[in-house]
């Protein structure tokens, strides 16, 4: 059997891939910055999983990965925003190519972004600098250039789910007439597991699309054609960049930071050069409409096997690490602590399990304000809903936390706070005693965290006093 290395394993793309590979009969090691968000499944597969902590801007780390790997997946990339961007995606694949050369692995596979323009954004130009890094190492490599991925959680669905869900005449940047070509999650799926250790892609790159050549305008219209909704879209000649960005970051669920880098790279045309790579693989890639039909009817099952809200570029943390906040801090702290004897133990953790999202919380106004709050100061808001209605993982995002803990049958759920706050949030809920125990803790950061607690405060009787007594009772 052999071992495949796959970074970037709890991102969009990694969380979709491992399960395919397993079933492909390969043996994973799952490299992640953060052990405590990804776990093994139940099932038979778990023994064929290996999962490892490494960072890949931090040398000292890189020891873990194994020497006896066949072959490996580069999945990762930044749309952060981060100022020194460009330097880091590039310290990231100098390390990575360093490390692999160093193993006994044959081929190495890249998920990258079309780039057969002259002048290129900064994300995709970046992009271009990591693919020419890793083709320096002493493996076989192969570049997997595509646009907007199309499926179930993936941002650039969203934004369009989004924009056309929420606006029947939109007033819209030029960069709407704008040519993409873009692609199912199901088709990119296909390339990147029937690449794996085919000798006719070695050191070669291959752009990989749907048949489809769209403009963004084009893309919104056939998404509201496939619901049945009708929209009226006009674009202005003027609107610049920052503008644009902000347009997307009010409307749609993106984050400011995110809004921006997809901006940037809007305005460049992805269009492939060719599709050689699928009558060479014998893929046939679906149509646009397709892919929104197929992303339509998972979303319906609650079928999202991964999300962009749940990667940390969906918040405003730069932490890429979950635990560091898995311990409570008790000194220094506000802690709003409340309990009630609940009625029927797996109600109450049902009930516990389906906060936030569509289902929302106990006086949704006001958390609805504290969202919009959040909003107009840059942070995420409410905007980022759930990936699933009524299962949680660790790593997840829910609304405007994180979810750092939660483990059904001990009935304990622990939530850290992403929104902009002088200071860091918990919120806790746990089953003992025949008691549901809710405990919010705030640990300020200097007078204005303080003040910023005192001025709430008054709220907590009616938020989490009902709160409580809605998740044990089910009485609002």
């Known amino acids: ?103 006994n692995c044959q081929h190495v596979i890249y998920l990258t972004g079309i780039v057969n323009e002259k002048q290129l954004s900064k994300h995709l130009a970046s992009r271009l600098k990591v693919e020419e890094e890793l083709t320096k190492g002493n493996f076989h490599f192969t570049a997997l250039r595509a646009g907007i991925i199309i499926g179930s959680g993936s941002a650039s669905f969203e934004i369009i789910r989004d924009l056309v869900e929420k606006l029947p005449i939109m007033i819209t940047p030029k960069w709407l007439h704008t040519k993409c070509q873009p692609i199912g999650i199901a088709n990119v799926l296909d390339f990147l597991i029937k690449t794996l250790f085919c000798e006719k892609t070695y050191d070669k790159n291959f752009d990989i699309a749907s048949p489809d050549i769209l403009t963004y305008k084009e893309m919104l219209l056939g998404y509201a054609e496939e619901r049945g909704l009708k929209r009226y879209i006009y674009t202005l000649p003027v609107m610049t960049p920052r503008l644009s960005s902000y347009w997307l970051y009010f409307i749609t669920s993106t984050t ?80 709003d602590l409340k309990s009630k004897t609940y009625q029927n133990k797996q109600q109450t953790i049902d009930r516990i399990w389906s906060l936030g999202g569509r289902q929302g919380w106990y006086a949704q106004r006001l958390w609805k304000l504290r969202g919009f709050i959040d909003q107009i100061f840059g942070g995420v808001g409410l905007r980022r809903g759930r990936t699933h209605p009524t299962k949680l993982a660790v790593g997840d995002a829910l609304d405007f936390w994180r979810v750092l803990y939660a483990d059904r049958e001990e009935g304990k759920l622990l939530l850290f706070a992403e929104m902009k706050l002088p200071g860091e949030a918990w919120l806790e809920f746990k089953l003992e005693n025949n008691k549901l125990r809710q405990k919010a803790v705030f640990r300020p950061k200097g007078i204005l965290g303080r003040l910023y607690w005192y001025t709430v405060f008054p709220f907590h009787g009616i938020v989490f006093k009902g709160l409580v007594n809605y998740l044990a009772t089910g009485n609002k």
């Not at 776990?39 to 873990?64: M, Q, Y």
Request: net charge neutral; glycine share 4%; aromatic share 8%.
């Open 1 to 103: 059997m052999k071992k495949i290395l796959l970074t970037g394993a709890t991102g969009y793309i990694g969380k979709r891939l491992l399960p395919a590979l397993l079933e492909n009969n390969y043996k994973v090691i799952c490299c992640t910055r953060d052990k405590y968000r990804l776990k093994k499944p139940d099932n038979d597969f778990a023994e064929h999983i290996e999962i490892i902590e490494v960072d890949f801007l931090k040398p000292e780390t890189l020891s873990a990965i194994p020497e006896d790997i066949d072959g490996a997946y580069y999945l990762m990339h930044s749309m952060s925003g981060a100022k020194n961007f460009e330097d880091l995606e590039q310290q990231t694949a100098i390390n990575f190519t360093k490390a692999i050369s160093k193993t």
């Open 256 to 335: 400011y930071r995110l809004a921006v880098a997809l901006v940037d790279s809007m305005k460049i045309a992805v269009v492939a050069r060719d599709q050689k790579i699928n009558e060479l693989l014998a893929v046939q890639p679906f149509g646009y409409k397709e892919a929104i039909k197929r992303t339509l009817s998972k979303i319906e099952a609650h079928e999202i096997v991964s999300s962009w809200r749940d990667s940390f570029v969906s918040s405003l943390s730069h932490k890429n690490s979950l635990e560091q906040f898995m311990e409570v801090p008790k000194h220094g702290c506000f802690v």
